[in-house]
């Protein structure tokens, strides 16, 4: 049996914008209100699909959802026609109107996490939403994250859904962006790396200070024992608090792994030198390359500005690992000559590919954030929703779809216009139909 591991990326939203919603997101804040351009945007991230897959990766697409949110609106009292509650809400909340307009879905790292089936105790491929309590914007998200995963793996012999874990800090749960897999080949069964900000229910335990840590243990201990994951397959790690309080506000901000590559920061995790011996205990006869990045090589803050750790590392076809960075990383001089480096080093890691996703990077999203990692055999490959596979047609699609749709330039202010509601919606009816999901969002149910 063949498997390979499929990359499925967030189509960026009609309503992609700048609202600094993401306290502790140091490029969110920054660019709070800047003009954005939904259409370049989603023009970036389809020219990253289209990319990865002339390297012969298999690519999928994760359809965005609807915003702004009138139905989060109403459920926060504002009633009328749709026109009539956008323009309440703009007028007497302007922040929390904000909020419900934020395209954030396009970072499907966040969609939910995702155990395949050689980890998971039946054999199937588990999906759990992610619950994304610490943002309200965020928090509006995974019951129609949870729809469209079913609409694309919804063969039940092969994929299991599971309800987001409760609304509720205490289970606070970031999905895949805390979340790595170790493994020799991606059928045969790996390791799961759980990472966690702070314990819900243990105020004695390290947390940080300054920024929030999103993701709870419990959270992600929960989701192990969904997934039917056991002791031996599974690590949970604590972010360094340090890290967090210095922007790093997901643990894929600050480390990256693929098969046998774990490649992060020195400072990125707490008890460091302990969790290698279990990860390689747990991994077993094959040695696992420790990517270590010293602070000497590259600070935090240009980790967290490069977004050096936020990269894709995937294997091509071939077998050869390759890195797909953001061209912030080729713009700082440390952290290209740092990549131009390690590519001559005794590790798998052979090639680096940048890309301009200068879009996404304002809020906070470099290429990891973009994509959601699913493992696969060829006989669930086979099962996935075909619709939703990137190809040649596909790829021209949705390029033209975006063309017809989106606007050139978004700035908070447009926000309000109910003609942007009606053509988010038109835009999004079709594409549900294009990508053949069925009825999917609220508007169609
Ligand atoms: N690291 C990963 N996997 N994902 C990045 C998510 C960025 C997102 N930004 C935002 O939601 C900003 C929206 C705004 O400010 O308009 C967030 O902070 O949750």
């Not at 202010?413 to 003609?419: A, E, F, H, I, S």
Request: proline share 5%; glycine share 6%.
């Amino acid at each position: 049996m063949k498997h390979l591991e499929a990359n499925f990326d967030g189509l960026v939203g009609p309503t992609h914008n700048y609202a600094g919603l993401s306290f502790g997101n140091v490029a969110s804040l920054s660019n709070a209100r800047a003009v954005s351009s939904p259409r370049s945007a989603a023009r970036q991230g389809l020219e990253k699909m289209k990319a990865l897959h002339d390297m012969g990766m298999v690519q999928g697409v994760l359809a965005p959802q609807e915003r702004p949110d009138v139905f989060a609106l109403r459920r926060l009292g504002f009633t009328g026609t749709d026109g009539e509650v956008l323009a309440a809400a703009a007028r007497t909340a302007p922040a929390i109107f904000q909020a419900v307009c934020s395209a954030s879905s396009m970072w499907t790292a966040n969609a939910a996490t995702v155990s395949p089936g050689a980890d998971t105790a039946d054999g199937k491929v588990h999906f759990t939403p992610a619950n994304l309590t610490n943002k309200y914007h965020r928090s509006l998200e995974p019951a129609t994250s949870g729809r469209i995963l079913q609409a694309m793996f919804a063969n039940p012999r092969y994929f299991a859904h599971h309800l987001h874990l409760p609304d509720n800090e205490h289970f606070g749960d970031e999905g895949a962006a805390n979340h790595t897999r170790l493994c020799n080949e991606y059928g045969h069964a790996g390791i799961e790396l759980f990472t966690f900000g702070r314990y819900a229910f243990d105020s004695s335990k390290p947390a940080p200070t300054r920024y929030p840590a999103r993701q709870t243990f419990e959270a992600s201990a929960a989701i192990a024992r969904l997934h039917g994951l056991s002791e031996e397959n599974t690590i949970f790690i604590q972010q360094n608090p340090g890290v967090i309080d210095q922007g790093v506000f997901h643990n894929d901000v600050i480390a990256v792994g693929n098969r046998n590559v774990l490649f992060y920061h020195e400072q990125a995790f707490l008890d460091t030198e302990a969790k290698k011996r279990e990860i390689q205990r747990k991994f077993g006869d094959q040695p696992v390359h420790f990517i270590e990045v010293k602070d000497s090589e590259v600070s935090v803050a240009d980790a967290v500005q490069t977004y050096l750790f936020n990269t894709q590392l995937i294997s091509l076809p071939d077998g050869t690992m390759v890195i797909i960075a953001p061209t912030e990383c080729q713009e700082n001089e440390r952290v290209s000559a740092y990549l131009a480096d390690l590519v001559t080093r005794d590790t798998p890691i052979r090639q680096v590919h940048y890309f301009d996703v200068k879009q996404s990077m304002r809020n906070g999203g470099g290429p990891a954030c973009l994509r959601l990692r699913v493992a696969l055999t060829d006989e669930e490959l086979a099962a996935v929703n075909p619709a939703v596979i990137l190809d040649e047609v596909l790829f021209s699609r949705l390029n033209q779809w975006v063309d017809s749709n989106y606007r050139d330039e978004l700035s908070v202010d447009d926000l309000r216009d109910p003609q942007l509601l009606e053509e988010s919606r038109t835009a999004l009816d079709e594409l549900t139909q294009i990508l053949k999901l069925g009825s999917v969002y609220k508007f169609q149910l």
